[in-house]
């Protein structure tokens, strides 16, 4: 399984690309305020937007989408999540081993020697505690590298899948957004789950047009076929 954005946007959390790509953070675009050039330019920024959308996310909870995807972990022999969110609920809602192609919003990594501070339980630090120098969010911003061996991980669990979901994500952004592809070239059956189409639509077997949490929520019956 593939999921993004959409996942957790009954959880309140805001999409990046839903209602027209106008997020906004101080009159900047998302992708410019979450870009390895705005580190550069202007860490305190970067802080503020990620402090800011952490103190959001402290309060909202999986749903229903989370909580299903979770369980499918325990129902299938092989079962691989790889998402694209940051937001940890997936985690939450007690799915294991999840794929993070784009890091995490509750940890912050130094940009000088990599050690990763973890902010869900404590404060940010000022600096690392490690070597002093400054840190930044442990996520990958536009025209970043992926952490090293994610993405080689899941192409290679794809490249073996036999049914893969495609969830919430508006499947623009690349690499991840290949994963399905290559699952298909695999021989797997695509299917996508998302109130809007997408990209990927075309390729995909089935698509199940609705929200992830009424969607996926609909297996977990007798009658359900998976
Ligand atoms: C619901 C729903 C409900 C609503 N239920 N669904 C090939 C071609 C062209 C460009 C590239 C390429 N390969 C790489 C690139 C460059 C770039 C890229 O892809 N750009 C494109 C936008 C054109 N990729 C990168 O830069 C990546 N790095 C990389 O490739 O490194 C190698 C390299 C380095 C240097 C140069 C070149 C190559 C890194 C990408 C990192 C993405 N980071 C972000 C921001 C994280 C930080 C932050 O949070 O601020 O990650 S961008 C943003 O988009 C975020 C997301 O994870 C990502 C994907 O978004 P997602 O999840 O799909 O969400 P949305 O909002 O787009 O869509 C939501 C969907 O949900 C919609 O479809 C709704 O309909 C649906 N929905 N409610 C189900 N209830």
């Given amino acids: ?64 989408a989370h909580y299903e995807i979770a369980r499918w972990q325990d129902r299938f022999a092989e079962f691989t999540l790889v998402t694209q969110n940051i937001d940890g609920l997936h985690q939450k809602a007690g799915a294991r081993d999840v794929i993070e192609l784009h890091g995490n919003i509750w940890r912050a990594r130094c940009i000088a020697c990599g050690f990763t501070h973890d902010m869900a339980q404590s404060k940010r630090p000022d600096a ?46 690349y690499p991840a957004a290949g994963l399905p592809e290559i699952a298909k070239a695999a021989g797997a059956y695509v299917v996508e789950v998302n109130p809007e189409r997408t990209p990927l639509s075309s390729l995909c077997d089935e698509v199940l047009t609705g929200k992830a949490g009424e969607v996926l929520p609909l297996f977990n019956n007798e009658n359900s076929l998976l």
């Fill in 1 to 64: 399984m593939l999921s993004g954005a959409g996942v957790s946007a009954e959880s309140g959390v805001p999409t990046f690309r839903g209602g027209g790509n106008t997020a906004v953070w101080k009159g900047m675009r998302f992708d410019v305020i979450s870009s390895a050039e705005m580190v550069e330019r202007d860490l305190p920024a970067v802080w503020e937007w990620f402090d800011y959308r952490r103190n959001f996310l402290h309060e909202l909870m999986p749903n229903p």
């Fill in 128 to 173: 690392c505690l490690e070597c002093g120098d400054r840190l930044r969010p442990d996520v990958v911003l536009f025209g970043e590298m992926l952490p090293p061996g994610a993405f080689e991980f899941a192409a290679a669990r794809a490249s073996k899948c036999e049914l893969c979901f495609v969830v919430g994500t508006s499947a623009l952004v």
